[in-house]
């Protein structure tokens, strides 16, 4: 804890059981179980009319996005709704009507609420007005938006360089809130601009930009019709992004097939019933998985070695395998790669990933015949030390099939946050750009700073060093969501000041440094208005499409502020009308901000007028396969190496993922339907086989314990559930479980946590 922090707060809230029950995984995604949940959620937490009024607009093209994630909206959406149960969940957790106001603060100490579980602190509701948290006090108070803006300025300005401020983001933010942001951090002077993508998608951004030119994947979803395979690999669709099974389905229904790569045989992706159709919710679905290949946690790199390998082999006989007029024309590195691929066995490959050999040798032959091919991934792949690599070997594959820039094929790396794309395209990175400098200093005129600035990974080192000492988050849970959690609360405990523009309450808010602001600012749903006249913003999807979002529901409260607002003030008492942006002109007009923005990033050229409707995609290099920014000009193949996991006996490797209840550290149930677990988090996956090798019975309790550099880390109190995972396999539900996680251990280049791949061993609770 910081020195001069006394609070007395508990970091992790309460490690108590909530009474357990277990059932079968269930068989299928969706039907009238995920409507009654969906609707269930909305009505408890907002009453009937908001909530019909609230889904009836969501995905609509005169309304608001989606809350949840980032999967795009169909051309046409459908007038029966166009959401799925979790973004019903999404919408009722930001829409409630419960609120977490004054008098809820001064009933609840700041102790007191950390004690509290994630899911309780959740659902205290909204928040209503400005709070701030003084120097040894446990009790937030009010305070007014003025006094709130100028005592942030005022701990800015005390600073000893710009470089001692970090400026956090989530990706919710709109993308005019995003780009006011990143220029105010940057006119402050510093790159210090960690952002959730740097915990998510960064081994995806990192890869793609080094082997195809662009950060961002290249498919569009009617892409899905035309494919003649997709494989998902290392997602959980069916939670996470529900309506992607609409997509899968209709690839299925044009002859595709699909094949999923992941350690567990996830209830998504075995069959679908479409709730958004009569016979999804009265037949029996549609069968999803062709093929399911249960490889091992962080085999992925082997897996796709031996594909490859065995496509090569049968290439030299039948040479229309791989695409060789596309490879000639379009690529580097490719006898390099068939090259590399010899210092590797078969044999080896095959014990490494752990799949039965006649799965793959189906694989096999479904990827010899066909060529339009989608590779889908998320968390599964970047979060390892070899995240990067992880995804250069997806490409690989897609490189030597010709599987890009025609119609049904290419890369899907499935983003998490509804616009944490379009956050990065407007400017949120700590990497600089001399592009946007350039564009920067001519739009604006000011210099931007030259000098990276830190990610999350080392923005917490940095707090916890005292190199940093002011934190400002725009949404998000940061001590929640990133690595190492104990480590993490004490680096922003030792702030001086932390300070979360946040719709929610959260635990971030908790361990709070010395002083500690909460600013509360309206969702996505909420009407936006200024003198009478509604706002609306901007977003982009998955897919790179950029379109508009209009909130209607009355706001939490009328002390509410939107996001640019905020950044807009805090600016302006920062630099105290003296410079030469006008901070409070750009805030109060969003089409001045977009105005700017068309300006200095000439990809969002004509944002204003052609984000109306269905809106427009951004410029993608792969869908015109464009490699000239490349080496050579051509995309590149790569050569990785294979993961390297020496695991003693005893040691396993743990995945942390998300049950069906939760939006990251958002913790809406305790139930993970889809997997069978009803009413607990504190769960532990495993192979009946090594709960028997290890004497565990079923929920047995078991505390989790990581080892890095000599120093152990601890999780107390999970519940062992046999469970369909291979031998040497754990998985356990996030955030429960951060605290294993080493912060000083990332994937290479991207920094992204290790979070599904860290080594843990088990201790029975009884032996303490
Ligand atoms: N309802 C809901 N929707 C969400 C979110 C949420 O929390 N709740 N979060 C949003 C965000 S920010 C994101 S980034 C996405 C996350 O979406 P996902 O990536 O689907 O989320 P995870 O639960 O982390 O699931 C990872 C999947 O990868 C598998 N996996 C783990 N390790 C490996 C591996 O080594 N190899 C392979 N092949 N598979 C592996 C796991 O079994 C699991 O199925 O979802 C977004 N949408
Ligand atoms: N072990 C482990 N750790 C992980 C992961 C994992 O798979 N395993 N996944 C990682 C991933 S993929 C991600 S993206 C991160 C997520 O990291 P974050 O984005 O930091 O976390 P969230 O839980 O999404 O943030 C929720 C909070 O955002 C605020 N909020 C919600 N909507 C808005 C809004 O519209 N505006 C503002 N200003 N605030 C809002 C609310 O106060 C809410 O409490 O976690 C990462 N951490
Ligand atoms: S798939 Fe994602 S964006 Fe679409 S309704 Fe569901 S949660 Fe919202
Ligand atoms: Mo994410």
């Not at 409630?96 to 603060?105: G, P, R, S, V, Y």
């Amino acid at each position: 804890m910081g020195k001069e922090n006394k609070r007395n707060i508990s970091i992790t809230g309460s490690t108590e059981f909530t009474g357990i029950r277990l059932k079968a995984p269930a068989p299928y995604a969706a039907g009238i179980p995920g409507v009654k949940t969906a609707l269930q959620h909305a009505f408890k937490e907002m009453g009937v009319v908001r909530s019909l009024h609230g889904l009836a607009h969501m995905n609509q093209k005169e309304g608001f996005d989606c809350p949840g994630c980032a999967w795009p909206d169909p051309e046409k959406p459908s007038k029966l709704g166009e959401y799925c149960e979790n973004g019903a969940k999404a919408l009722a957790e930001e829409a409630t009507n419960k609120k977490a106001d004054a008098a809820f603060f001064a009933r609840h100490s700041v102790e007191e609420l950390s004690t509290w579980t994630d899911y309780q602190i959740g659902k205290s509701g909204r928040l209503t007005e400005p709070m701030l948290l003084r120097p040894g006090s446990v009790h937030y108070e009010p305070v007014t938006w003025e006094k709130a803006f100028s005592l942030i300025a005022s701990e800015l300005r005390q600073l000893d360089t710009p470089d001692e401020g970090v400026f956090y983001t989530s990706g919710r933010s709109s993308n005019e809130a995003a780009f006011l942001y990143g220029l105010f951090v940057r006119a402050f002077g510093t790159n210090n601009m960690p952002d959730c993508s740097n915990m998510c998608h960064e081994s995806s951004g990192v890869a793609l930009s080094q082997t195809l030119g662009i950060g961002k994947g290249s498919v569009k979803l009617e892409d899905f019709e035309e494919a003649e395979i997709v494989i998902v690999m290392g997602q959980n669709p069916g939670t996470n992004h529900p309506r992607m099974l609409s997509a899968l389905q209709k690839c299925k229904e044009n002859g595709g097939k699909i094949i999923s790569i992941n350690p567990l045989e996830e209830a998504g992706l075995i069959r679908f019933k479409n709730p958004q159709e009569f016979k999804g919710v009265l037949a029996s679905g549609t069968p999803l998985t062709d093929l399911h290949l249960q490889v091992k946690i962080n085999q992925d790199v082997s897996l796709l070695k031996l594909l490859i390998k065995k496509l090569a082999a049968l290439d030299e006989t039948s040479p229309q395998v791989f695409d060789h007029e596309f490879i000639n024309r379009y690529t580097h590195g490719y006898e390099a790669l068939i090259g590399h691929l010899k210092q590797f066995s078969e044999k080896e490959l095959l014990a490494l990933c752990g799949v039965a050999e006649e799965h793959i040798d189906r694989a096999v032959e479904l990827l010899a015949q066909k060529n339009k091919i989608i590779i889908c991934w998320a968390m599964g792949l970047t979060q390892h030390k070899n995240g990067v690599a992880n995804i250069k070997e997806c490409v690989n594959l897609l490189l030597l099939k010709g599987s890009l820039g025609r119609p049904g094929a290419g890369t899907c790396p499935v983003r998490g946050h509804s616009n944490v794309q379009g956050d990065r395209s407007v400017g949120i990175m700590h990497q600089v750009s001399p592009e946007l400098n350039a564009s920067i200093a001519k739009t604006f005129g000011f210099i931007a700073p030259e000098k990276e600035g830190l990610d999350t990974v080392h923005a917490i080192e940095a707090m916890h060093q005292g190199r940093a000492k002011v934190f400002i988050a725009l949404g998000g849970n940061f001590v929640s969501a990133a690595s190492d959690t104990i480590y993490t609360a004490e680096a922003l405990q030792n702030c001086k000041l932390t300070v979360n523009i946040s719709t929610k309450l959260n635990r971030t808010h908790l361990t709070a440094g010395k002083t500690a602001l909460i600013l509360p600012t309206l969702g996505r749903s909420e009407l936006d208005r200024k003198e009478g006249k509604p706002r609306f913003f901007t977003v982009e999807n998955s897919m790179g499409k950029v379109h508009r979002s209009k909130g209607l529901l009355a706001p939490a409260s009328d002390q509410l502020k939107s996001e640019p607002e905020i950044i807009g003030a805090m600016a302006h008492a920062y630099f105290e009308g003296n410079h030469v942006v006008d901070w409070e002109g750009l805030s109060e007009d969003y089409a001045l901000i977009r105005a700017k923005l068309e300006e200095v990033i000439t990809s969002f050229k004509g944002l204003s007028a052609k984000s109306e409707g269905s809106g427009f995609y951004l410029p993608n290099n792969v869908r015109d396969l464009d490699f000239s920014k490349l080496p050579d000009g051509k995309a590149q193949f790569s050569c990785c190496p294979l993961p390297d996991h020496q695991l003693k006996p005893h040691e396993f490797l743990l995945m942390t993922v998300r049950s069906h209840d939760q939006f990251n550290t958002t913790i809406y149930g305790l139930h993970d339907r889809y997997r069978g677990v009803y009413n607990e988090r504190r769960v532990i996956f495993m192979h009946p086989d090594d709960m028997r090798a290890n004497a565990l019975e079923k929920l047995e309790v078991v505390h989790l314990i990581s080892s890095y550099d000599g120093k152990e880390r601890k999780a107390y109190n999970f519940l062992v559930i046999p469970y369909n995972i291979p031998q040497g396999n754990l998985a356990s539900y996030f955030p429960e479980t951060n605290v294993l996680v080493p912060y000083n251990h990332f994937a290479d280049q991207s920094h992204t946590p290790i979070s599904k791949s860290i080594v843990v061993t088990l201790e029975k609770a009884s032996h303490v």
